[in-house]
C-alpha cells in the first residue's frame, strides 16, 4: 500500500499536480499499478497522465486540523466560495461546493469515482447538488479536484469541475482517534469528536479485506451577540445603523408609524426598546401636536447565532475478494447523518410576513382597540383622538411585531445519506474493467419550535389578551401557546439507481507509447420526494417561515455511452479525444466532446491543453414544482415606495417573491478550454500555471428579488414582475425559473511545491497554490448586457461573492519524531454595491470588504510508533473576520461572511490517534 501511494506521489509531481514529497523510486523490475485519475476513463500506469488536478492526501488533511468537507474546501481557490446553510441557525443545513463561482449545480461530486443523491430538499431555481456533510469523513484516503470541465466523462453538474472523495483500500490497520477543540475566549463553538479505522486481511495473502470506518463529531452553538461583529459597520461605513428589521419587539403601530416603548410617558404596559435588541429611530415626521414620530427597530442579528449545535456521524464499509484471474468483488455501505439545532430571530409578525392569498393582498394583524394593551393614553398625549384610532374599521388597528415573548424560531434539522454498491473490477482478455451497481438516497427532515401559526395567531389577537407591545401576562402567554405551530413540517428523499460500467485498454504501440481506448455505458435513474407533512406548512400559514411549500414529487430516467481515445502520437506528444451521448427522459438528447492535448518535451517541462463542452440538466424542481412563494434573503427598500410613506418600514423589509418552474426549460451548456504549463526546473521544486476559461449560455436561473430590487438597472428592466397592491405596497415579486443568457469566467491557477532536506534538521517542504479570477460576468436576460461580478459582493441573490485572488500557503517541517505546519489562507476583499449596503445598514454608499488573511500552526509528535500527538491552533493571531454589509452569503450570518472563514477566532485543539494494529 505504501509504495503504491509513494509512485502516485511522484507521478503527480511529475505533471505538477501535487507536492514533490521525499520518496524512493519503486524498483525497476516491479510492475507499476494501473489506476484511473479523476477526469479519465482510462485506467494507465500513474506517470502517464497529466491532468490540472489537485490532490489533498490524508496525510496533509490531518496536519490541517479539518473536522469537516468544508473545512477542506475553503483551502482550494478554485472553490470561490461555499453555498453553505451549516454555519447558520437557519434553513437546512447544507453545505455545497462551488468550484469557479458556476454554483453548486455546476459542480459534480463523486465518492470513488460515482455519483451519490443529490440534497433531499430542493426549490424552484434553488441548488441540487451533493450535501459535503454527507462524505464519510473517517474512510478518506485522498481527494481529487478536477479544475477543469468533464461532461465528455461524467454527464451533467460538471461544469466548473469534479471533485472526488476516494476511500481508504486494502488497508489491514487500526487506528483510534481523539480529538478536542476549543475557542480561546471559550464563548462556543467547542469541537469535540472520535474516529476509528479498522482493516482485516489482506487481498494478496488472504484473498480478502475488509475495512470499516466509523466518525462522530459534536459541535457547540456560538451565539452572534457574543461577538457582535454586526455592530462593526458603524465604524467601516459612516452614518449607517445596524441591521435591523422594522419587525420589532417592543412593537409598533402600523397606521401611527409609532412604538409605544419609544416614549418615555408610554406606561408600564410597554416596554421600552432594550439597546441589545434595538435601536431607537426619530423621523423628521410629526405627531398631531408636533412631538417626533419614534419607533423601534430590531437588531436581528444579535438573536442569531454563528455557529449552531451540530452532531455529524458517519460510517464507511468495503469489503474486497479476490476472485482470482485479476478480478475483485467488491461491495460498499455508507451512511452519514448530520443533525442540527439552528436557532434564530423570534418570528417577525407583520401583514407583509404573512401569507400572499390569492388576490395578492396579505392578512391584517389586528388589535382590538379595546384592547387593555391599546396605547389609547399615549396616542392622546401625541395629539392623536379617539376617532383616528380605528384605522381597520370594526374597533381594529394594525400592528408589527416581533414574537420575542415566544422565543427564538428554532429549525431542527436531520440530514441523512445511505449508500450501497456492489461491483466487480479487473482485468480480462486484456481489458481493465469496472462495473458497478450503486443505490444512494439522502433523507432530510424538518421539525418547527417556536413558530406561530397565521390564522390562529390572528383569532388570538383579536381578543386582546396578547400585548404586542411589552410583557406578557398569564392570558397572554396562553394565548400565544394555542397560537404555535410546531412539530414536523418537511420529510423529503432524494433517490439515485445507477448502473455503470467501462473498460480500458492498450490498442497499439505508436511512436510515444502505447494508444488507449475506454468505453462505458451508464444507466441511472433520479427520484425526487419532497414532501411536506403540515398541510398549514405547505400553504405557508407559517409566519415568518419560507414560504409555502408544495410537493414536489418527480423523476427520470438518464442513459449514457461515453468514450475515450489517448493517442501518445509522437515521443512527448500525447492527444486524447472523448465524447459522451445522455439521453434524458423528460428533456432529451446531449452530446459533448473533449479533447487535451499534452507535450512534454524534457523531464522538467510539460505543457497542457484541453477544450470541451459540457451541460447541466434543471433540476426535477426546477420543471415539476408547482408555485411556491418565498421571500428575498435581504432587507431590501423600494425605490417607488408609496407618497407620503418614504419612512414606512414596509417599504423597508423582506419582500414576498412567487417562484414558478417550467416543464419546457432546456439543459444549460457550456464550452471550456484550459491551457497550462508544469516545469521542475530543479529536483523537488514543480511549478504549474494553467489559464482556464468557461462560457455558458441558456443559463438556468432566476432573476432574484434581491438582485432587482438592489439593482437600479434590473429595477427597471423587470419593473413590470413587481407587483403592487391597490396601496402602492409591493406584494409580491415574480421570479420564474428561466433559460437566460450567458455566463463568461476565466482565470489562472498557480501551484508551486518544494522540498529541501536539511540534513541533521531534517526536511522542509513548501506549497503555495492560489486561484486569480480575471473575469467573470453575465447576462440578467437574454440579449442584455454583460454585467461584470468579479471582485464584487455579487447580485445578493444567485450570484454569490467573487474575490479576484485566493492562495494558500503552508510550509511542513518534518524533524525526526517531530513534526511542524504553518499555513497561511488568503482572501482578497470585494466590493459590496450601494444597492446592497442601503439595503441593510443605510448608507447608499459602496463598500469594500477587507481582505482575509488567516494563519494555522500545528505541532505533531511520536512518541511511540503506534501514537500520534497534534496540538494545533487554527486562526492563530486571533483575526476577526472582515466586515460585511450584506447578510446572505450563502448563509443567513451578519457581519461577516460565512461562506469563506470561520467565526471562531482563535481556535486551539488537539488530537490523539493511536495505532493498535
Given at each position: 500500500m505504501q509504495h503504491r501511494h509513494t509512485r502516485l506521489a511522484l507521478a503527480l509531481l511529475a505533471t505538477g499536480l501535487a507536492g514533490t514529497a521525499a520518496a524512493q523510486d519503486a524498483p525497476a523490475q516491479q510492475q507499476l499499478e494501473r489506476i484511473t485519475i479523476t477526469g479519465s476513463s482510462i485506467k494507465r500506469v500513474e506517470s502517464e497522465t497529466a491532468l490540472p488536478v489537485t490532490v489533498m492526501t490524508r496525510d496533509q488533511i490531518e496536519k490541517t486540523g479539518a473536522t469537516n468537507v468544508e473545512d477542506i474546501l475553503r483551502r482550494i481557490g478554485a472553490n470561490t466560495a461555499l453555498l453553505s446553510d451549516t454555519t447558520q441557525g437557519a434553513g437546512y443545513a447544507q453545505s455545497f461546493a462551488n468550484l469557479r463561482g458556476l454554483g453548486a449545480n455546476s459542480t459534480l461530486v463523486l465518492l470513488n469515482g460515482r455519483r451519490l443523491a443529490n440534497f433531499a430538499f430542493g426549490s424552484i431555481g434553488g441548488a441540487s447538488s451533493v450535501d459535503l456533510n454527507s462524505i464519510p469523513f473517517a474512510a478518506i484516503e485522498r481527494i481529487e479536484v478536477l479544475r477543469d470541465g468533464a461532461s465528455a466523462v461524467y454527464g451533467t453538474d460538471a461544469v466548473g469541475g469534479v471533485i472526488n472523495f476516494i476511500t481508504r483500500k486494502d488497508y489491514d490497520k487500526g487506528e483510534l482517534t481523539l480529538k478536542y477543540g476549543d475557542t480561546a475566549k471559550n464563548i462556543g463553538g467547542r469541537e469535540t469528536g472520535a474516529s476509528l479505522a479498522f482493516g482485516l486481511g489482506g487481498l494478496k495473502s488472504d484473498g480478502y479485506n475488509l475495512l470499516l470506518t466509523a466518525n462522530v463529531k459534536k459541535q457547540t452553538k456560538l451565539s452572534a451577540i457574543d461577538q457582535k461583529w454586526y455592530l462593526r459597520g458603524q465604524?467601516?461605513?459612516?452614518?449607517?445603523?445596524?441591521?435591523?428589521?422594522?419587525?420589532?419587539?417592543?412593537?409598533?403601530?402600523?397606521?401611527?408609524?409609532?412604538?409605544?416603548?419609544?416614549?418615555?410617558?408610554?406606561?408600564?404596559?410597554?416596554?421600552?426598546?432594550?439597546?441589545?435588541?434595538?435601536?431607537?429611530q426619530t423621523l423628521d415626521d410629526k405627531t398631531p401636536n408636533g412631538t417626533p414620530i419614534k419607533r423601534c427597530r430590531f437588531i436581528y442579528p444579535a438573536t442569531q447565532e454563528n455557529l449552531p449545535d451540530t452532531t455529524k456521524a458517519d460510517a464507511f464499509g468495503r469489503l474486497t475478494l479476490d476472485m482470482g484471474a485479476e478480478s475483485q468483488l467488491f461491495f460498499e455501505a455508507s451512511y452519514a447523518r448530520s443533525k442540527s439545532i439552528g436557532r434564530t430571530a423570534a418570528v417577525p409578525i407583520d401583514s407583509t410576513a404573512g401569507h400572499v392569498k390569492a388576490d395578492g393582498t396579505y392578512p391584517s394583524f389586528a388589535l382590538p382597540i379595546s384592547s387593555k394593551y391599546f396605547p389609547r393614553e399615549l396616542l392622546l398625549s401625541l395629539g392623536y383622538t379617539p376617532a383616528d384610532f380605528d384605522t381597520l374599521g370594526g374597533g381594529f388597528t394594525e400592528i408589527a411585531m416581533r414574537a420575542v415573548p415566544v422565543g427564538l424560531r428554532t429549525n431542527h434539522t436531520l440530514n441523512e445519506q445511505t449508500r450501497l454498491v456492489a461491483g466487480l473490477t479487473g482485468v480480462a482478455s486484456g481489458w481493465d474493467y469496472d462495473a458497478g451497481l450503486a443505490v444512494s438516497q439522502a433523507k432530510g427532515s424538518l421539525d418547527y419550535f417556536n413558530y406561530l401559526h397565521e390564522g390562529r395567531f390572528i383569532a388570538e389577537l383579536a381578543t386582546g389578551v396578547i400585548n404586542p407591545f411589552g410583557p406578557q401576562d398569564a392570558a397572554g402567554l396562553a394565548a400565544l401557546d394555542r397560537a404555535r405551530m410546531e412539530g414536523a413540517m418537511r420529510r423529503s428523499k432524494s433517490t439515485t439507481y445507477a448502473l455503470d460500467a467501462k473498460a480500458s485498454r492498450e490498442l497499439a504501440t505508436l511512436a510515444g507509447g502505447p494508444m488507449m481506448l475506454a468505453l462505458g455505458a451508464d444507466l441511472r435513474k433520479e427520484k425526487a420526494d419532497d414532501r411536506a407533512v403540515n398541510a398549514d406548512?405547505?400553504?405557508?400559514?407559517?409566519?415568518?417561515?419560507?414560504?409555502?411549500?408544495?410537493?414536489t414529487t418527480a423523476s427520470r430516467s438518464i442513459y449514457a455511452v461515453f468514450g475515450e481515445l489517448s493517442m501518445p502520437f509522437a515521443?512527448?506528444?500525447?492527444?486524447?479525444?472523448?465524447?459522451r451521448y445522455d439521453h434524458y427522459s423528460d428533456f432529451g438528447n446531449t452530446f459533448n466532446p473533449g479533447v487535451s492535448l499534452r507535450f512534454q518535451p524534457s523531464k522538467e517541462v510539460l505543457l497542457r491543453a484541453s477544450a470541451g463542452t459540457g451541460f447541466r440538466a434543471p433540476t426535477l424542481w426546477d420543471v415539476n414544482s408547482p408555485m411556491a412563494f418565498t421571500n428575498t434573503a435581504n432587507s431590501l427598500v423600494d425605490p417607488d415606495c408609496p407618497a407620503g410613506h418614504a419612512n414606512d418600514p414596509r417599504c423597508e423589509t423582506q419582500f414576498n417573491v412567487r417562484l414558478s418552474s417550467d416543464p419546457g426549460l432546456k439543459p444549460e451548456k457550456s464550452r471550456q478550454y484550459a491551457l497550462g504549463a508544469v516545469f521542475e526546473p530543479v529536483r523537488n521544486l514543480s511549478v504549474a500555471l494553467d489559464y482556464w476559461h468557461i462560457q455558458k449560455k441558456d443559463q438556468i436561473s432566476v432573476i432574484g428579488g434581491d438582485a432587482i430590487m438592489a439593482d437600479p438597472t434590473l429595477y427597471q428592466r423587470y419593473n413590470a414582475r413587481i407587483h403592487r397592491l391597490a396601496s402602492g405596497f409591493i406584494s409580491y415579486i415574480e421570479t420564474p425559473v428561466e433559460n437566460l443568457g450567458e455566463l463568461k469566467t476565466s482565470g489562472v491557477d498557480v501551484d508551486v511545491k518544494a522540498s529541501w532536506p536539511l540534513g541533521d534538521l531534517g526536511r522542509l517542504g513548501a506549497s503555495f497554490a492560489g486561484t486569480y479570477v480575471s473575469s467573470w460576468k453575465q447576462q440578467n436576460g437574454k440579449g442584455t448586457p454583460f454585467v461584470s461580478y468579479v471582485g464584487t459582493a455579487g447580485d445578493g441573490a444567485s450570484v454569490q461573492p467573487v474575490p479576484k485572488w485566493q492562495h494558500t500557503l503552508g510550509f511542513d517541517w518534518n524533524l525526526g519524531n517531530w513534526n511542524l505546519t504553518l499555513e497561511n489562507v488568503f482572501v482578497k476583499g470585494w466590493t459590496e454595491s450601494a444597492g446592497l449596503v442601503e439595503a441593510n445598514v443605510g448608507p447608499a454608499v459602496e463598500h469594500k470588504v477587507k481582505d482575509s488573511s488567516r494563519w494555522n500552526m500545528a505541532v505533531g509528535w511520536k512518541p511511540m510508533p503506534s501514537l500520534?500527538?497534534?496540538?494545533?491552533?487554527r486562526n492563530l493571531l486571533n483575526q476577526d473576520p472582515p466586515f460585511t454589509a450584506v447578510s446572505s452569503y450563502g448563509s443567513h450570518v451578519t457581519g461577516y461572511a460565512g461562506s469563506f472563514v470561520d467565526p471562531r477566532g482563535r481556535f486551539w485543539y488537539a488530537t490523539a490517534s493511536y495505532q493498535f494494529k
Amino acid at each position: 500500500m505504501q509504495h503504491r501511494h509513494t509512485r502516485l506521489a511522484l507521478a503527480l509531481l511529475a505533471t505538477g499536480l501535487a507536492g514533490t514529497a521525499a520518496a524512493q523510486d519503486a524498483p525497476a523490475q516491479q510492475q507499476l499499478e494501473r489506476i484511473t485519475i479523476t477526469g479519465s476513463s482510462i485506467k494507465r500506469v500513474e506517470s502517464e497522465t497529466a491532468l490540472p488536478v489537485t490532490v489533498m492526501t490524508r496525510d496533509q488533511i490531518e496536519k490541517t486540523g479539518a473536522t469537516n468537507v468544508e473545512d477542506i474546501l475553503r483551502r482550494i481557490g478554485a472553490n470561490t466560495a461555499l453555498l453553505s446553510d451549516t454555519t447558520q441557525g437557519a434553513g437546512y443545513a447544507q453545505s455545497f461546493a462551488n468550484l469557479r463561482g458556476l454554483g453548486a449545480n455546476s459542480t459534480l461530486v463523486l465518492l470513488n469515482g460515482r455519483r451519490l443523491a443529490n440534497f433531499a430538499f430542493g426549490s424552484i431555481g434553488g441548488a441540487s447538488s451533493v450535501d459535503l456533510n454527507s462524505i464519510p469523513f473517517a474512510a478518506i484516503e485522498r481527494i481529487e479536484v478536477l479544475r477543469d470541465g468533464a461532461s465528455a466523462v461524467y454527464g451533467t453538474d460538471a461544469v466548473g469541475g469534479v471533485i472526488n472523495f476516494i476511500t481508504r483500500k486494502d488497508y489491514d490497520k487500526g487506528e483510534l482517534t481523539l480529538k478536542y477543540g476549543d475557542t480561546a475566549k471559550n464563548i462556543g463553538g467547542r469541537e469535540t469528536g472520535a474516529s476509528l479505522a479498522f482493516g482485516l486481511g489482506g487481498l494478496k495473502s488472504d484473498g480478502y479485506n475488509l475495512l470499516l470506518t466509523a466518525n462522530v463529531k459534536k459541535q457547540t452553538k456560538l451565539s452572534a451577540i457574543d461577538q457582535k461583529w454586526y455592530l462593526r459597520g458603524q465604524q467601516e461605513i459612516p452614518g449607517s445603523d445596524p441591521p435591523t428589521s422594522g419587525r420589532s419587539f417592543p412593537g409598533r403601530l402600523v397606521d401611527f408609524g409609532i412604538t409605544p416603548g419609544a416614549y418615555a410617558n408610554a406606561g408600564s404596559g410597554f416596554s421600552p426598546c432594550d439597546p441589545d435588541y434595538n435601536t431607537v429611530q426619530t423621523l423628521d415626521d410629526k405627531t398631531p401636536n408636533g412631538t417626533p414620530i419614534k419607533r423601534c427597530r430590531f437588531i436581528y442579528p444579535a438573536t442569531q447565532e454563528n455557529l449552531p449545535d451540530t452532531t455529524k456521524a458517519d460510517a464507511f464499509g468495503r469489503l474486497t475478494l479476490d476472485m482470482g484471474a485479476e478480478s475483485q468483488l467488491f461491495f460498499e455501505a455508507s451512511y452519514a447523518r448530520s443533525k442540527s439545532i439552528g436557532r434564530t430571530a423570534a418570528v417577525p409578525i407583520d401583514s407583509t410576513a404573512g401569507h400572499v392569498k390569492a388576490d395578492g393582498t396579505y392578512p391584517s394583524f389586528a388589535l382590538p382597540i379595546s384592547s387593555k394593551y391599546f396605547p389609547r393614553e399615549l396616542l392622546l398625549s401625541l395629539g392623536y383622538t379617539p376617532a383616528d384610532f380605528d384605522t381597520l374599521g370594526g374597533g381594529f388597528t394594525e400592528i408589527a411585531m416581533r414574537a420575542v415573548p415566544v422565543g427564538l424560531r428554532t429549525n431542527h434539522t436531520l440530514n441523512e445519506q445511505t449508500r450501497l454498491v456492489a461491483g466487480l473490477t479487473g482485468v480480462a482478455s486484456g481489458w481493465d474493467y469496472d462495473a458497478g451497481l450503486a443505490v444512494s438516497q439522502a433523507k432530510g427532515s424538518l421539525d418547527y419550535f417556536n413558530y406561530l401559526h397565521e390564522g390562529r395567531f390572528i383569532a388570538e389577537l383579536a381578543t386582546g389578551v396578547i400585548n404586542p407591545f411589552g410583557p406578557q401576562d398569564a392570558a397572554g402567554l396562553a394565548a400565544l401557546d394555542r397560537a404555535r405551530m410546531e412539530g414536523a413540517m418537511r420529510r423529503s428523499k432524494s433517490t439515485t439507481y445507477a448502473l455503470d460500467a467501462k473498460a480500458s485498454r492498450e490498442l497499439a504501440t505508436l511512436a510515444g507509447g502505447p494508444m488507449m481506448l475506454a468505453l462505458g455505458a451508464d444507466l441511472r435513474k433520479e427520484k425526487a420526494d419532497d414532501r411536506a407533512v403540515n398541510a398549514d406548512y405547505e400553504q405557508g400559514l407559517h409566519i415568518g417561515g419560507e414560504g409555502s411549500v408544495p410537493n414536489t414529487t418527480a423523476s427520470r430516467s438518464i442513459y449514457a455511452v461515453f468514450g475515450e481515445l489517448s493517442m501518445p502520437f509522437a515521443k512527448g506528444w500525447e492527444a486524447t479525444v472523448k465524447a459522451r451521448y445522455d439521453h434524458y427522459s423528460d428533456f432529451g438528447n446531449t452530446f459533448n466532446p473533449g479533447v487535451s492535448l499534452r507535450f512534454q518535451p524534457s523531464k522538467e517541462v510539460l505543457l497542457r491543453a484541453s477544450a470541451g463542452t459540457g451541460f447541466r440538466a434543471p433540476t426535477l424542481w426546477d420543471v415539476n414544482s408547482p408555485m411556491a412563494f418565498t421571500n428575498t434573503a435581504n432587507s431590501l427598500v423600494d425605490p417607488d415606495c408609496p407618497a407620503g410613506h418614504a419612512n414606512d418600514p414596509r417599504c423597508e423589509t423582506q419582500f414576498n417573491v412567487r417562484l414558478s418552474s417550467d416543464p419546457g426549460l432546456k439543459p444549460e451548456k457550456s464550452r471550456q478550454y484550459a491551457l497550462g504549463a508544469v516545469f521542475e526546473p530543479v529536483r523537488n521544486l514543480s511549478v504549474a500555471l494553467d489559464y482556464w476559461h468557461i462560457q455558458k449560455k441558456d443559463q438556468i436561473s432566476v432573476i432574484g428579488g434581491d438582485a432587482i430590487m438592489a439593482d437600479p438597472t434590473l429595477y427597471q428592466r423587470y419593473n413590470a414582475r413587481i407587483h403592487r397592491l391597490a396601496s402602492g405596497f409591493i406584494s409580491y415579486i415574480e421570479t420564474p425559473v428561466e433559460n437566460l443568457g450567458e455566463l463568461k469566467t476565466s482565470g489562472v491557477d498557480v501551484d508551486v511545491k518544494a522540498s529541501w532536506p536539511l540534513g541533521d534538521l531534517g526536511r522542509l517542504g513548501a506549497s503555495f497554490a492560489g486561484t486569480y479570477v480575471s473575469s467573470w460576468k453575465q447576462q440578467n436576460g437574454k440579449g442584455t448586457p454583460f454585467v461584470s461580478y468579479v471582485g464584487t459582493a455579487g447580485d445578493g441573490a444567485s450570484v454569490q461573492p467573487v474575490p479576484k485572488w485566493q492562495h494558500t500557503l503552508g510550509f511542513d517541517w518534518n524533524l525526526g519524531n517531530w513534526n511542524l505546519t504553518l499555513e497561511n489562507v488568503f482572501v482578497k476583499g470585494w466590493t459590496e454595491s450601494a444597492g446592497l449596503v442601503e439595503a441593510n445598514v443605510g448608507p447608499a454608499v459602496e463598500h469594500k470588504v477587507k481582505d482575509s488573511s488567516r494563519w494555522n500552526m500545528a505541532v505533531g509528535w511520536k512518541p511511540m510508533p503506534s501514537l500520534s500527538l497534534r496540538l494545533g491552533a487554527r486562526n492563530l493571531l486571533n483575526q476577526d473576520p472582515p466586515f460585511t454589509a450584506v447578510s446572505s452569503y450563502g448563509s443567513h450570518v451578519t457581519g461577516y461572511a460565512g461562506s469563506f472563514v470561520d467565526p471562531r477566532g482563535r481556535f486551539w485543539y488537539a488530537t490523539a490517534s493511536y495505532q493498535f494494529k
